[in-house]
């Protein structure tokens, strides 16, 4: 199994531009999570799908938008970026309840973002 | 407003030094508490999760324990390649699941 797989894992932008980062879970997990994470700050949550057709946001979504596009998928679209938005973008996934492998999330490698 | 910190933000021991990391946390209501590891460039990686003050969980030389106001990662005897970052997160209840996560602590093992 891949786990949670990015793409892509590097992105240079300039300010003003748009683009999609994608994310894909192939272990049939029902919640799916957008983090960034900045030098000193540690891991924010940006927006959230606590199951498949809701998104909620989370402690940062200004500036972004997501799709859970299948159970499989979640998007995360940055409209117009902004220098601010440049960071390590991570992705993860998790199946809902407790003992065993559930409420763990998994995480991808990472997308860094750099907008200039 | 639901918050973690952790201690030191980077740590130094020499090879064999035992220590321990500090996580302290308020929340409104703790689901549970989880500990990742994430080495440079790489995702945070699953360690542990406690659910309730008094318990304990261990991996290798590893340890975690749980109270109702902080978590310890206890490191014994550490190796060089226990060098990398150590994430701390809680799990407020009935919020999707999110963590909320410290800002870790910058562990160096040196032989």
């Known amino acids: 199994n891949a786990g949670v797989t990015q793409t892509p894992k590097f992105q240079v932008l300039k300010t003003g531009q748009s683009m999609t980062l994608q994310c894909a879970q192939d272990?049939?997990?029902?919640?799916m999570y957008w983090y960034r994470q900045d030098p000193g700050m540690g891991l924010r949550l940006i927006y959230y799908?606590?199951?498949?057709?809701?998104?909620d946001k989370g402690e940062v979504p200004n500036g972004y938008n997501v799709s859970r596009l299948n159970k499989r998928e979640f998007s995360l679209r940055l409209e117009s970026a902004a220098p601010s938005q440049t960071s390590v973008y991570f992705c993860?996934?998790?199946?809902?309840?407790?003992?065993?492998?559930?409420?763990?999330?998994?995480f991808g490698a990472g997308t860094r973002l750099s907008v200039l | 407003e639901d918050q973690v910190t952790q201690s030191p933000e980077a740590l130094r021991l020499q090879e064999g030094e035992s220590s321990s990391l500090n996580c302290s946390y308020t929340?409104?209501?703790?689901?549970?508490l989880f500990w990742y590891r994430q080495d440079p460039g790489k995702g945070p990686e699953f360690l542990f999760t406690l659910y309730s003050a008094g318990e304990e969980k261990e991996k290798e030389r590893l340890k975690a324990t749980l109270t109702k106001k902080e978590s310890f990662l206890h490191i014994t005897a550490p190796k060089p390649e226990d060098s990398a970052t150590y994430l701390c997160a809680v799990q407020p209840y009935n919020q999707g699941g999110k963590l909320i996560f410290g800002q870790g602590t910058e562990l160096s093992v040196k032989p």
């Open positions: 272990m049939n997990h029902n919640s």
């Open positions: 799908s606590a199951s498949e057709g809701t998104t």
């Open positions: 929340v409104s209501g703790l689901r549970g």
């Open positions: 993860a996934s998790r199946i809902p309840g407790q003992g065993g492998v559930k409420n763990i999330q998994y």
